[in-house]
């Protein structure tokens, strides 16, 4: 079955960096476009990133463009989300995300705290 599972959340202070990281399994990794999500208290799922199976396709939503990098290695089927100059509105769960069979798959999520 997919599984999915996000680590690397943490608390850090506003303008510090944050990678998160997701392992893959139960679905062929290097075919799939992987994405990250992510959900404030309060506040509707918020699509934040998505990569192409090859890598080469990269979308950002307009909140995090310029400051967050998604990456992937297809050796590891692993899916990374390189997070800087983060500040309090980043604080969320960050979800790593699939879509297979027409279905979306959702990890566990990762904290991701900003805060001074």
């Known amino acids: 079955q997919v599984q999915l599972v996000e680590s690397g959340g943490g608390s850090v202070q506003p303008g510090e960096s944050l990678r998160l990281s997701c392992a893959a399994s139960?679905?062929?990794?290097?075919?799939?476009?992987m994405g990250w999500f992510r959900q404030a208290p309060g506040k509707e799922h918020e699509f934040v990133a998505k990569i192409s199976a090859g890598g080469g396709i990269r979308l950002y939503g307009d909140s995090v463009r310029g400051r967050f990098t998604i990456s992937r290695d297809n050796a590891k089927s692993a899916v990374y989300l390189q997070m800087d100059s983060l500040s309090p509105e980043d604080t969320a769960v960050y979800y790593c995300s699939t879509n297979q069979s027409l279905r979306n798959y959702w990890g566990q999520g990762t904290q991701v705290t900003v805060s001074s």
């Open positions: 139960g679905f062929t990794f290097t075919s799939a476009y």
